[in-house]
């Protein structure tokens, strides 16, 4: 067997970057609404820092009416949840409504952007966690069981599950907690950890639907603590906007074609999800419920 091969110097002579607006407002009903203002990059240049812009007009409209004219708050300022804000951003004194349409218009130096969504209400459903098994050993393995049934299945719906295992120290509630893990051949799930899962109403067709969770806690001690049993499942259950659907949807794809590196095949890049007139960026967002489960 011969092999033999060659290869060519072929320069490449890009134009250079045109920078545009970047707006990501990913909202949920009943919070403030948080908009990021930022320019693009081109892929060739040095300059690896984030662009904040802090001087944009960022104006929300519902229903076709004037809603607010959100502020831009810098990082480690507080929301009125008293959460710390992690990224600097524009926000809403007002908690983001569902069911009427939301529109954004952001008008900076670099140009003016704009895009329009609707949150969904909360899902209708009837939906029982159950606890199917806790291995008590080193491993600690934990597995549960959700039924999931619609009351009055709408039109065409998405949906994603979000679980958690919450702990009580001493008596009173941790903020420590592990993400659990989905198996379940129903939706797919747009993370590494598959820490979520997506679903349309179409899968679940009116009928009871089951998805499974799994989730190693090893305990973990330190000098002083030692971590206790879960006491709890938090299961989040969000309606999503199709614009939602469609933005995590595509980053599934996306990060799947970025990995194509470890087997002998390539893949063409696969650009992510965009509703942004005049710029780049994401509009979007869902209305969300919990469900608890106390363990045993």
């Known amino acids: 067997m011969m092999l033999s091969g060659c290869q060519q110097i072929v320069e490449v002579d890009l ?10 407002a990913l909202m949920t ?48 300022e507080t929301d009125s949840d008293g959460q710390t804000l992690f990224f600097p951003g524009y926000y809403s004194k007002k908690e983001v409504p569902f069911g009427d349409e939301i529109e954004i218009n952001v008008t900076a130096d670099l140009g003016e952007a704009r895009s329009r969504m609707t949150i969904p209400p909360q ?15 080193a491993s600690n393995l934990f597995q549960s069981l959700i039924r999931i049934k619609l009351e009055n299945p709408p039109e065409l719906s998405y949906y994603e599950l979000i679980a958690t295992l919450w702990y009580r120290i001493d008596g009173v509630d ?47 001690a ?51 999800y965009n509703n942004i007139e005049g710029g780049l960026g994401i509009l979007a967002g869902y209305s969300t419920r919990f469900d608890t489960l106390m363990l045993q």
């Open 15 to 24: 134009p250079p970057h045109e920078p545009q607006l970047v707006v990501n």
């Open 29 to 76: 009903a009943g919070k403030q609404a948080r908009v990021v203002v930022s320019k693009s990059r081109g892929v060739t240049g040095r300059d690896t820092s984030f662009s904040w812009i802090s001087d944009a007009e960022v104006q929300i409209n519902v229903g076709g009416s004037p809603w607010e004219a959100l502020a831009y708050i810098d990082s480690f």
């Open 123 to 137: 899902l209708s459903a009837t939906v029982d966690t159950f606890q199917l098994d806790v291995l008590r050993d």
């Open 174 to 220: 941790s903020l420590l907690k592990e993400s659990m893990s989905f198996s379940s051949q129903l939706g797919f799930t747009p993370f590494d950890g598959n820490t979520s899962i997506l679903l349309t109403n179409e899968l679940l067709n009116g009928e009871v639907a089951s998805v499974s969770l799994i989730c190693f806690t090893p305990f973990r």
């Open 222 to 272: 330190t000098t002083t603590v030692i971590r206790p049993q879960p006491d709890r499942l938090v299961l989040e259950i969000r309606t999503c906007s199709p614009e939602y659907y469609n933005y995590l949807t595509s980053y599934q794809e996306h990060i799947g074609s970025q990995v194509a590196g470890f087997s002998l095949f390539t893949t063409e890049p696969l650009p992510m």
